[in-house]
C-alpha cells in the first residue's frame, strides 16, 4: 500500500516529538509563578518590566530548543522515506531540503528577535531600577508624608511610578534610550524638548511624551472622581543618562534625567491639597494595587 510509505517514516519522528513535550513541560515549570506569602500589595520597581523580562528568556528557551528540533524533523522523515521506497525521488528529497533551509532561516529570525528584545528590556529595567532608588529616598517617618507606588495599573497601560507628595502628585514616566554615537565616535547625551516631541541626535520621538500625558489625564480624573475633589497632579518624563534642554519644553511635562529627583519633586509645588485629601490618595491607591494583587493572584497560571 502506497499510504504506507508516507505513514511508517513518523515514527523516526517520535523520539523528536518526545523531546519536544520535554521542552515544553520544562518550559511551563519556567513560567509558573512565585507569588509571596505576605500580604504586601505594592509592586517593586519594574515588575511590569520583569516580567516582560521572563517572557522573552522564555521565548528565546523555546526558540532555541525546538528551533533545531523542528528544522531536522523534514530530513529525518526524508530518511525514513528512504527505507520504504525502491527508488528515490530527488525532487522529494530537493523540497524537504527547501523545508528545512526555510526553517532554519526563520528560527534565526526568531532567536535574533529575541536577543534584540532581551538587550532592550534589560537597559529599560536598569533605568527603572535606578529611578526606583532614587524615588525610594523620599520614603520618610510620617513627619515626611511621602509614598511611592511602582507600576501602577490602569484601566489599558501601567504607569511606571506614582509619588504621593503633601503638595501633590506626581506621574513618573521612565524611558531608556542608549546614547548616539557621532561622527568622531564620541557620545551624543543632549535631547532637545519640544512640546509634542523629543529631539534625540539622530532620531526623534512623541510617544514618551504622549504616555506621560495619558498617565496624568488617567489619574487625575481617577482620583477627582475616588475623592470628589480635583486632585494635582503633574507628569514627570525621566530619561536616564540625558543632557535635557528644555528651552522649548512644554511647562505641563517636567523632563529630567533622574539626578537628584527626589530633591526635585520635593521642591515642586503642582497644587494645593489638604492632608485629608493626601491620606485618601494614599488609601485609594494602596486598595487599587491590593485588588490588582489580588486580581493577578486568581487568574490561572500559564
Known amino acids: 500500500m502506497v499510504w504506507l510509505e508516507y505513514l511508517l517514516p513518523l515514527i523516526f519522528l517520535f523520539p523528536m516529538a518526545a523531546m519536544g513535550g520535554i521542552v515544553l513541560a520544562l518550559r511551563s515549570l519556567h513560567d509558573a509563578r512565585v507569588h509571596s506569602p505576605f500580604d504586601a500589595p505594592l509592586r517593586e520597581p519594574g515588575q ?58 526563520a528560527f534565526s529570525l526568531l532567536l535574533i528577535r529575541d536577543y534584540q528584545r532581551i538587550r532592550r528590556l534589560k537597559l529599560g529595567l536598569a533605568c527603572e531600577l535606578a529611578v526606583g532608588q532614587e524615588l525610594e529616598r523620599l520614603v520618610r517617618p510620617e513627619a515626611h508624608p511621602y509614598y511611592v507606588f511602582h507600576d501602577v495599573p490602569t484601566d489599558s497601560f501601567t504607569i511606571d511610578h506614582v509619588v504621593v507628595t503633601p503638595h501633590g502628585v506626581f506621574v513618573v514616566e521612565t524611558r531608556a534610550r542608549a546614547l548616539a554615537i557621532g561622527t568622531d565616535g564620541k557620545e551624543l547625551n543632549c535631547v532637545a524638548v519640544e512640546r509634542e516631541r523629543l529631539r534625540f541626535p539622530h532620531w526623534q520621538e512623541r510617544r514618551p511624551l504622549h504616555k506621560t500625558r495619558q498617565g496624568v489625564n488617567w489619574l487625575s480624573q481617577w482620583l477627582e472622581r475616588r475623592c470628589g475633589v480635583p486632585v494635582p497632579v503633574k507628569g514627570v518624563l525621566v530619561l536616564p543618562g540625558w543632557e535635557i534642554d528644555t528651552s522649548e519644553a512644554s511647562p505641563d511635562i517636567l523632563v529630567v534625567s533622574g539626578e537628584q529627583l527626589a530633591k526635585q519633586l520635593t521642591d515642586i509645588t503642582p497644587g494645593q491639597m489638604s492632608d485629608a485629601i493626601h491620606d485618601k490618595v494614599i488609601h485609594i491607591l494602596l486598595e487599587r494595587a491590593r485588588l490588582m494583587e489580588l486580581k493577578h493572584l486568581r487568574q490561572p497560571s500559564v
Open 48 to 105: 511590569a518590566l520583569r516580567h516582560r523580562l521572563d517572557q522573552a528568556f522564555s521565548s528565546l528557551f523555546l526558540n532555541g530548543t525546538l528551533g533545531p528540533l523542528v528544522t531536522l524533523a523534514p530530513l529525518v522523515y526524508g530518511m525514513g522515506r528512504m527505507l520504504f521506497v525502491d527508488k528515490q525521488d530527488w525532487v522529494e528529497w530537493a523540497l524537504y531540503g527547501l523545508l528545512s533551509t526555510i526553517l532554519v532561516l
